[in-house]
C-alpha cells in the first residue's frame, strides 16, 4: 500500500481547514464570552472611574487648610461607597470617607485614617500632617475616558477582559463565531458509555475524547452521532450534522481495507481521499467535502483518533481560536527506543524530573491509559530506526 507523506497530508488538512479562519461576527453577553475573540476594538462608553471617589478610608478634605498641621478640623458628614451625590465641602471642615465613595465637591485631597487621630471634642479630627491636592483622589477618567478603548480587537477574552468591559457598562461585545463542529462516531461496536456491555461492545470513548478536544480548541459542536455500521444511517447522520449547521465533520472509524468501513463506502464515491499516511499510530485518514463541508476522518482506535486531532485538526482550530499553538520541545530521551523505518512515530510519554523524555506504555493505539498518563508525544523520523539514551528527540506536549 501507498502512504503519502505526514508533512504532506498535515499541508493538505490546514488547507481543506483555511476557510474556516474568516469568521463571521455575532454578539454574545458579556457573561458569555469568556475565551472569544473580539471582532473589533470595544470603546468605552463611560469615564473609568466615572466620578472622583476615594482611594483610602479617611477624610475628605481641602489641602490648602493643612499647611499648618496638625490641624483640627470638624468632621460634618460622611461619604459611603453608595448612591447619591455629597454636598459640597464647606471650607474649614473634613468629611468622613469610605474607599471608593464620591468625593464632594471642594475637597482636594483625602487623609487616610492612620494619619488622624481623635479631636479633643465629639465631631473632630486631628489630621497630622500636611498634604497635597490630589493625594488618595482617584479622578474620573484617570482608569479611561469615555470614548477611549478598553479592549482591542483579536484579544481573546480572559476575566480580567469581562471585567473591565463590565465595568465600562457594557452588557454585550461583538465577538468572531466559533468553528461549528459535528462528532460522528462509527461502529457498531459502541455504546454509550457508562451502559452495560454486551458481548463484543466497547464504549464510545472517541465521541467524548473528540467532543472534549474540539472545546479545548475554542470551537463549539453543534451535533454529536454516533452510528452503526450502515452506510445510509451514515449518510442521514452526515445530513443532519450539515443541517444543524457543521463546518466541520469529524469521524472516527470506518476508513480501513477491511469489510464494513460506512464511512469509506460513502464518501470514496463522492470523491474523498481514503488513504494511509506515514505514521504511527494513526495511519489510515480520510479527507473529503460533504454537501459543501469540510470532512476528516480519523481511524477508529481511541489513541489514533486522538493523536490525529491533535496533529491534524488541533492546530487549524487553535489559530483560528486565538490559542497558542501546541508547545514543542527538544529533549534527550531517558530510555532508548527503536521505530518503524519509514514511518513518522508518536511515542507517548512524559518528562522526568531531569528534564529526560521517557515513554509510557508502547506503541499501540489501543492504549488509551498510557495515553491518559502521558504528557507529550515523542517524535520519531520516518529515517530512524533506533535512539539510544541520551539522543535529542522533538516533543509535542498534549
Avoid at 481543506?16 to 454578539?27: D, I, K, Q, V, Y
Avoid at 473591565?164 to 463542529?181: D, F, M, P, Y
Wanted: glycine fraction near 10%; aromatic fraction near 4%; hydrophobic fraction near 45%.
Amino acid at each position: 500500500m501507498t502512504r503519502i507523506p505526514f508533512d504532506e497530508h498535515a499541508r493538505f488538512v490546514r488547507s481543506l481547514l483555511a476557510s474556516l479562519g474568516a469568521r463571521p461576527t455575532e454578539r454574545v453577553a458579556v457573561a458569555d464570552a469568556l475565551g472569544r475573540l473580539t471582532a473589533s476594538p470595544v470603546e468605552s462608553p463611560i469615564d473609568l472611574p466615572p466620578f472622583r471617589n476615594a482611594q483610602m478610608d479617611g477624610f475628605a478634605v481641602r489641602a490648602s487648610e493643612l499647611a499648618g498641621a496638625p490641624v483640627e478640623l470638624p468632621v460634618v458628614g460622611e461619604s459611603a461607597a453608595a448612591p447619591g451625590t455629597p454636598a459640597p465641602l464647606a471650607a474649614g471642615t473634613a468629611v468622613r470617607i469610605m474607599t471608593g465613595a464620591p468625593v464632594p465637591d471642594g475637597a482636594d485631597a483625602v487623609v487616610p485614617v492612620e494619619d488622624t487621630e481623635p479631636g479633643a471634642e465629639p465631631d473632630r479630627v486631628r489630621v497630622l500632617r500636611a498634604r497635597t491636592a490630589g493625594e488618595y483622589v482617584r479622578e474620573a477618567g484617570s482608569d479611561l475616558a469615555a470614548g477611549d478603548d478598553v479592549l482591542p480587537a483579536g484579544i481573546r477574552l480572559a476575566p480580567r477582559h469581562l471585567a473591565a468591559a463590565a465595568a465600562s457598562g457594557l452588557t454585550e461585545l461583538l465577538v468572531r463565531e466559533r468553528v461549528r463542529v459535528a462528532v460522528i462516531s462509527t461502529g457498531s461496536e459502541l455504546v454509550e458509555p457508562g451502559a452495560p456491555l454486551g458481548p463484543g461492545e466497547l464504549p464510545d470513548a472517541n465521541g467524548v475524547a473528540l467532543r472534549s478536544a474540539v472545546a479545548a480548541c475554542g470551537a463549539v459542536v453543534v451535533h454529536a452521532g454516533r452510528v452503526r455500521d450502515d452506510v445510509e444511517r451514515l449518510r442521514a447522520e452526515l445530513d443532519t450534522a450539515v443541517d444543524a449547521g457543521a463546518e466541520l465533520i469529524l469521524t472516527s472509524g470506518g476508513i480501513s481495507q477491511g469489510a464494513y468501513e460506512v464511512v469509506r463506502e460513502l464518501v470514496e464515491p463522492l470523491g474523498a481521499w481514503v488513504g494511509s499516511v506515514a505514521m504511527q499510530p494513526g495511519g489510515p485518514q480520510a479527507t473529503a467535502v460533504y454537501r459543501g463541508v469540510p470532512l476528516i476522518g480519523f481511524p477508529g482506535n481511541p489513541v489514533s483518533a486522538q493523536l490525529s486531532f491533535a496533529l491534524f485538526v488541533a492546530p487549524s482550530l487553535r489559530a483560528i481560536a486565538g490559542l497558542p499553538a501546541a508547545p514543542t520541545e527538544r529533549m534527550p530521551l531517558a530510555e532508548p527506543v527503536r521505530s518503524v523505518p519509514g514511518k513518522r512515530q508518536f511515542l507517548r510519554g512524559r518528562r522526568t524530573d531531569g528534564g529526560l523524555a521517557l515513554a509510557v506504555g508502547g506503541p499501540g493505539s489501543h492504549l488509551v491509559a498510557s495515553l491518559a498518563a502521558s504528557e507529550l508525544l515523542i517524535v520519531i523520523p520516518e529515517t530512524v530506526e533506533a535512539l539510544a539514551a541520551g539522543d535529542e528527540v522533538d516533543t509535542v506536549f498534549l
